[in-house]
């Protein structure tokens, strides 16, 4: 097994940090979504903590059961979108809480693309009081072709003209929520920086997802990858993050020169879904025992594709990066050609694709990367809760279609 990557080590405790001292400062904080305008809190100097953050230490501390029972107990559903409802049910008070437990917000921001997460957010504010923005979003149709080649510049055209103006107006009035309930004020000096960074960063993670692409063997751990991508995300619009992004390429270009894997590669896999973050040993077992080594995750891919948005006009600029953010990973036409082509340039000899209750148009992924001539094994599973989850059985499953579809 190669050592781990000095910035996977580095962003781990930088987010440790960071969010002890944000506990200990006691200032308001705002709850967000993932798939949400966080570069408008950074611009505001309003601190934020991402839902499905806070969702990912719950599970990697073995204790997304305790949560899910406070909900279930108070006559909310424990079975659906737990990976936005974990953080929800941190607001009930529970014992011993991971990492000290999460601050209780001031404001909430969701985006309203499902009825279940739009949901959530109404019992919390129901349940608190807290002030809740529902982000509002629509469909488009037709896709251009090809849109991760179209986004950065020509998300105008990419997008649809009517879907960016209702983000836009989501954002102004974003703000105005903002203003009303912090006391902060929104700077659009503050602002451009903000998107100038976040570009930048983009741009690194771009050079690095293509880097892995090409290389042979694969140089880094998916492991490794999800949190040196992943804690900057969070940080985004920072110079920190862009640092870190710059960092994680030189790191990952070093290994490339000097030859080094991240193992035995036999079979090089896709990961396609969020990360199980509650068994993240899965990834390196495969490595380990079989020789395959997930080569692509969504995580460093969405990152490389999904933000980088160039235009005079930043606040539009930053809704063709939202506006359409959850079509990219789960609204097919969108996700299944941008599945297909990045199973195909990072030359993937299968794709696991993890499948949990709500489906997310997974046949449609699934349908079209086998028609593409790659085994795919749907691995049926919540990301977050372990309930019913049985690891060997998960192992043996994987193994057996490995040796008869992959390896041979």
């Not at 990419?158 to 103006?165: N, Y």
């Not at 771009?206 to 492991?223: E, G, H, Q």
Request: charged share 25%; hydrophobic share 40%.
């Amino acid at each position: 097994m190669t050592e781990r990557l000095p910035s996977a080590l580095a962003a781990t405790q930088y987010q440790r940090r960071w969010f002890a001292e944000l506990r200990a400062s006691g200032v308001p904080i705002a709850l967000v979504n993932a798939d949400a305008p966080q570069e408008i809190f950074r611009a505001m100097e309003i601190p934020y903590v991402v839902s499905q953050w806070w969702a990912s230490i719950v599970a990697a501390k073995q204790r997304t059961a305790d949560h899910l029972a406070l909900l279930a107990a108070r006559g909310y559903p424990d079975h659906t979108e737990q990976y936005s409802s974990l953080s929800f049910a941190s607001s009930f008070g529970v014992d011993d809480p991971p990492w000290g437990g999460l601050p209780t917000p001031s404001v909430l921001l969701g985006e309203a693309t499902g009825d279940v997460t739009r949901k959530i957010f109404e019992a919390w504010h129901e349940e608190t009081g807290v002030p809740y923005y529902a982000l509002e979003s629509a469909a488009h149709d037709p896709v251009p072709e090809r849109w991760w080649e179209l986004m950065p510049h020509d998300w105008e055209h990419t997008i649809g003209t009517p879907r960016l103006d209702l983000m836009q107006e989501e954002l102004v009035g974003l703000i105005r929520f903002l203003e009303m309930h912090t006391g902060r004020r929104f700077s659009e000096t503050r602002f451009r920086r903000v998107m100038d960074l976040a570009n930048e960063q983009a741009e690194w993670n771009r050079r690095t997802r293509d880097l892995i692409a090409s290389a042979r063997p694969c140089p880094v751990a998916v492991t490794d990858i999800v949190p040196s991508v992943m804690v900057p995300q969070w940080h985004r619009g920072t110079e920190w993050a862009r640092d870190a992004a710059r960092t994680l390429y030189e790191e990952v270009a070093q290994r490339v020169g000097a030859g080094r894997g991240a193992g035995a590669e036999r079979a090089r896999l896709m990961w396609i879904g969020r990360g199980l973050w509650f068994d993240l040993g899965f990834y390196r077992r495969f490595e380990e025992r079989y020789g395959a080594v997930f080569v692509w995750s969504m995580y460093l891919a969405i990152a490389a594709d999904g933000y980088a948005r160039y235009g005079p006009d930043p606040l539009r600029a930053l809704a063709a990066r939202f506006a359409a953010f959850t079509d990219q990973l789960y609204t097919p036409p969108w996700s299944v050609e941008w599945y297909v082509h990045q199973a195909r340039t990072h030359g993937v000899d299968g794709v696991v694709h993890l499948v949990s209750e709500d489906g997310r148009g997974s046949w449609f992924t699934t349908s079209a990367l086998r028609a593409a001539g790659i085994p795919v094994l749907e691995l049926r599973a919540d990301n977050v809760d372990s309930r019913g989850y049985d690891p060997d059985a998960a192992e043996r499953t994987v193994g057996a279609w490995l040796t008869e579809q992959v390896t041979g």
